[in-house]
């Protein structure tokens, strides 16, 4: 008989900033953590019910760059930067908190996915993004390597690599069967051929449109993990979300989700219990104009606040059962306290 686990959401959270952008060619993406913590992320989460909020600072990357690798920009230092992520990432789920990652750009997602994977292996992972990120260097237009995390993580694509240095440290292990994608709408070619060719769920927006956004999570959770007993991974790219909802974000693709669908996405998976990570990446605050910028955070905030528990539905006081009684003392009440100095 197998043991059943019972599952019920960790109360205790540890931020990690990524100001990290070599993944991609625009300025901006590192400054991201700075801003998030700006507008005020530790204290919004500080105050959904009962939540443990400990802030693990950033992870600064410095190293050579006179490696170079075919169509893969800056492979040094995402490299460094990830496998220090990756520890990072480890050390915070020992500690029993959901690690929550701000990028930075989807590149950290190599790191994210592998120190989680180190301290769970049974996770599964939902990719939440217009695009795939499923490139390798052979198939990517633009070789920034934020097109590429997905590729790089999962064994059954590790033979269509050719020898990566500075990546010893990460040896794929996790698999393309533990993946699920949700809003996506820029798909290349040789990456719709990986999703087909592995059968991974994947619900475009096409599929979300048809099924409603519930429907679309629920069925990638069960396909997955029927036992529903295994940890989930989010790594949400704020691009999945319509550039109406998310302006200041590097590729942006209209047609994406509502901010609306992307909390309720978020809530199903805070429900379950078991999420252990999100990475919220590619928010990019020097993208647009002010406006744009505090759509942008404010988006990244609910998406978060949605996964660590926060309801829309209100949360009444803990061990309170009774709203606040006034009660007129005689020397507080007005009209009697004229009586007795008219005496
Ligand atoms: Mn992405």
């Not at 205790?12 to 005020?40: C, D, L, W």
């Not at 992972?125 to 990517?140: C, E, G, P």
């Not at 990475?279 to 998406?303: F, H, M, Q, W, Y």
Request: aromatic share 4%; hydrophobic share 40%.
């Amino acid at each position: 008989m197998s043991k059943a686990t019972k599952w019920k959401p960790l109360n205790k959270v540890g931020i990690i900033g990524v100001p990290f952008e070599k993944g991609q060619k625009k300025y901006g993406v590192s400054v991201a953590p700075a801003a998030m913590r700006t507008a005020g992320l530790i204290e919004q989460l500080t105050e959904i019910d009962g939540l443990d909020v400990k802030d693990f600072g950033d992870i600064e990357t410095v190293c050579d760059e006179n490696i170079k690798v075919d169509n893969m920009a800056h492979l040094p230092l995402v490299s460094a930067c990830n496998r220090q992520l990756s520890n990072r990432v480890s050390q915070v789920l020992r500690d029993g908190r959901v690690v929550v990652t701000i990028g930075g750009d989807h590149s950290i997602g190599v790191g994210t996915v592998d120190g989680h994977y180190k301290v769970n292996e049974d996770m599964i992972l939902i990719w939440v993004d217009a695009h795939a990120d499923i490139n390798t260097n052979k198939t990517s237009d633009s070789g920034s390597v934020h097109g590429m995390p997905v590729a790089l993580l999962v064994k059954e694509l590790s033979d269509y690599w050719p020898y990566l240095p500075t990546m010893d440290w990460q040896v794929p292990k996790f698999s393309i069967k533990n993946l699920g994608y949700l809003g996506l709408r820029s798909v290349d070619q040789f990456e719709r051929l990986a999703i087909e060719k592995y059968e991974v769920p994947a619900f475009a927006m096409e599929d979300i449109s048809e099924h409603g956004i519930q429907n679309s999570i629920n069925h990638i959770l069960q396909v997955l993990d029927p036992c529903m007993n295994k940890p989930i991974h989010v790594s949400f790219d704020i691009d999945s979300l319509d550039s109406l909802e998310a302006p200041s974000t590097g590729t942006p693709v209209r047609g994406g989700l509502t901010l609306r669908e992307a909390i309720c996405l978020m809530e199903i998976i805070h429900n379950t219990g078991r999420l252990r990570a999100i990475d919220l990446v590619e928010i990019n605050p020097a993208l647009g104009n002010e406006s744009d910028r505090r759509k942008t955070i404010e988006a990244g905030l609910c998406v978060l606040k949605a996964g660590l528990g926060f309801s829309r539905r209100g949360t009444a006081p803990r061990g309170v059962l009774d709203l606040p009684v006034q009660t007129h003392h005689d020397h507080d009440c007005p009209a009697k306290e004229l009586l007795r100095q008219n005496k």
